[in-house]
């Protein structure tokens, strides 16, 4: 992460810097502090429903960051415009947009994964951290702030994900984006890491372990 | 017969939450108390079994392939699926809205207790995901009905049965890092397994 935003890119005097201070934290906050799903409780729903292998987990995560990242910058741009009292309408509207152009665009060149994903990438309408990001953030922030501040969610929900997927998959099925690891003679794979108990179990599990080292604790 | 079994299936078997993980944030951020988790269940038992048939009707009617010839017959080749999404949401968001003037407007009690929960479903995947499985899955209208209003109630009856334990797990001493979300989820994998001991029960 830290690699691409050392360098701040020359702007014009007036204007702070393109990653400045401040925008990192847009980005840095939400992958470990204040992260979408371990901390803030949001997007479960697909975090766990994916997870059973790592290819449509990266593919649900690749999808999910496109979508945030590009509602929160329409959103904000049009933030001024849009009525208060239409805005959840106007909100699903783009985002619903975005999530069928990413529905459409994996029916045309990866049927397969659009049959595993199936009813869950429609779903990402109703992913709360997108929901969440365009009401909370991009209706009071300029587009580029909110671009960076997409960009960190997605991230942020992407790794989570991605960390459950590989431990299911390697208990479940016993192999690492369908590389077989182990198979049954040196260690019997575990079928309930494939059913939804394993979600379950593993997110619970993860979520205590990154909570224990932010020292983050819920009254 | 058939209806029945699916209402049962949808109930116990094939669990909004334990199986498909819909409706997920809901479940996990309104259940700290069983009356309001309550609230919440009759809201979505609500909003589904109503939704799922309207989307119905709207899937048959409107955007399947060949379905606007009750029009004109030149309109068969006619495919609007693209547009499933933006129907879907936008329909539920418009049903919520309409139940929300009518429960306000006829029974000022039941809004009261529901209140703050009707705008909030809107946005619960179990709502979309009732639809959009009811699609996948090509169920007639009288299906379509049972499925949505069997879903609730299996949601329902998981987000009361959470809010009752959390309830008595305030009195237990739990590990700093596992307090709130991290030991919900685990019970909620303990009661998925509960749930598992329905599979394969055919009536």
């Known amino acids: 992460m830290s690699t691409e935003v050392l360098e701040p890119t020359a702007t014009t005097k007036k204007s702070e810097p393109l990653f400045s201070k401040r925008r990192r934290k847009f980005v840095l906050d939400p992958l470990n502090d204040d992260n979408p799903i371990t901390v803030q409780v949001l997007g479960i729903c697909s975090a766990l429903a994916v997870t059973v292998k790592m290819e449509p987990t990266l593919i649900m995560a690749v999808s999910v960051v496109f979508v945030i990242v590009f509602s929160n910058l329409i959103i904000s741009l049009l933030r001024n415009l849009i009525p208060g009292r239409v805005r959840i309408i106007v909100q699903l509207g783009v985002i619903a947009t975005f999530v069928t152009l990413v529905s459409e665009v994996l029916k045309a060149y990866n049927y397969e994964m659009y049959k595993v994903l199936g009813a869950f990438v429609g779903l990402i309408i109703t992913n709360c951290i997108v929901m969440g990001r365009l009401e909370a953030f991009a209706m009071g922030n300029k587009p580029w702030d909110s671009v960076l501040d997409g960009l960190g969610s997605g991230f942020g929900y992407a790794w989570v994900i991605l960390t459950v997927a590989f431990f299911r998959e390697l208990l479940g099925s016993g192999s690492v984006f369908n590389h077989q690891i182990y198979d049954a003679s040196i260690m019997p794979t575990n079928s309930l890491f494939i059913d939804s108990i394993g979600a379950f179990m593993v997110l619970g599990i993860l979520i205590w372990i990154q909570r224990t080292k932010t020292g983050y604790v819920e009254h | ?203």
Do not use: H
């Open chain 2, 1 to 203: 017969m058939e209806l029945i079994n699916l209402g049962i299936r949808s109930i116990f078997i094939d669990n909004m939450i334990f199986a498909y993980f819909l409706g997920m944030c809901s479940f996990l951020a309104v259940s700290k108390k069983v009356s309001t988790a309550i609230g919440l269940g009759a809201a979505v038992v609500f909003v589904l079994g109503l939704t799922a048939p309207v989307n119905w009707l709207v899937q048959e009617y409107i955007l399947k392939e060949g379905a606007l010839t009750w029009i004109s017959p030149a309109f068969e080749t006619i495919n609007l699926e693209f547009l499933q999404f933006i129907m879907f949401i936008a329909i539920i968001a418009a049903i919520v809205q309409l139940v929300e003037m009518v429960v306000e407007k006829f029974t000022p009690a039941l809004y009261g207790a529901l209140g703050i929960f009707l705008p909030l479903i809107a946005v619960n995947c179990s709502i979309l995901g009732g639809s959009l499985f009811m699609v996948q899955r090509d169920y007639t209208l009288a299906e379509a009905a049972v499925f949505g209003a069997g879903s609730g109630m299996g949601f329902m009856l998981a987000i009361v049965a959470l809010a009752a334990i959390r309830e008595k797990l305030k009195y237990s001493n739990v590990p700093d890092g596992l307090k709130g979300l991290g030991i919900t989820m685990l019970i909620t994998g303990l009661m998925g397994i509960a749930f598992k001991s329905f599979i394969g029960i055919v009536l």
